[in-house]
Every structure is written in structure tokens, then in C-alpha cells.
């Protein structure tokens, strides 16, 4: 699969696309039992149809999925929209705030055991 080898050597996570296609796998799978289930009836285009819109949900449900589990991982999910320039300007103004609050509390703390 040359598509998971870019990812992965771009240093993106192919874990997660890996769980995307098992997800489109599992459901052409069910959609062709339900499709046997139901007696094999309309052919080729009702296998079709049946297999591929399960596939599709099965799709869509491993990268729900797979984006709650990356989220509670801390990962990153939604791509970045700022260009690199605001992202560090971003960056930046967060680290002063941080760095603010710091001071002001450490002011505080100074404040009450002077008491």
C-alpha cells in the first residue's frame, strides 16, 4: 500500500487510514451476507449497491471513531487553517498569557505569606 508508506514516512499516523479501510472491509463484507440473507435477489447491482453503501457507513463510523480515540490521545485532528506566520504570532501571544499568569500568581503567592 504506497498510500499508508507516504503517510507514514511523511510522519503522519497511517494507523489511523489502516483503521478507515478495515472499517470499508467489515462493511462490504456485512453488505454482501445481508445481501445473501435477502436471497441474492436483483443480482449484481443490488450486491453493489447494498455492498458499497454499507461500506461507505462502515467507513465513516471507523474514522469517527478513530478521531475520538486520536483526540483523547491528544492528537490533532482537524487540520491546521492559519498560515505558519499567525501560528507562531499564536504561539507566542499564548506563551506571554502563560508566562503573565505566572508572574501574577507568583505575585500572589508572595502577597499572602508576606501576611
Known sequence: MGVLERIGGQGGNSSRLRWVLWGVLLGLVWGTIMWAITGATGGVTVWLYISLTTA?????????FGAMNARKKGERVTP??????DAEKK???KAAK?????E??????????SR
Open 56 to 64: 461507505m457507513l462502515g467507513g465513516g463510523v471507523a474514522a469517527i
Open 104 to 113: 501574577a500568581k507568583a505575585q500572589a503567592d508572595a502577597r499572602k505569606q
Open 91 to 93: 504561539a507566542e501571544s
Open 98 to 102: 502563560a508566562e503573565a499568569r505566572a
Open 80 to 85: 491546521r487553517i492559519m498560515p505558519k506566520g
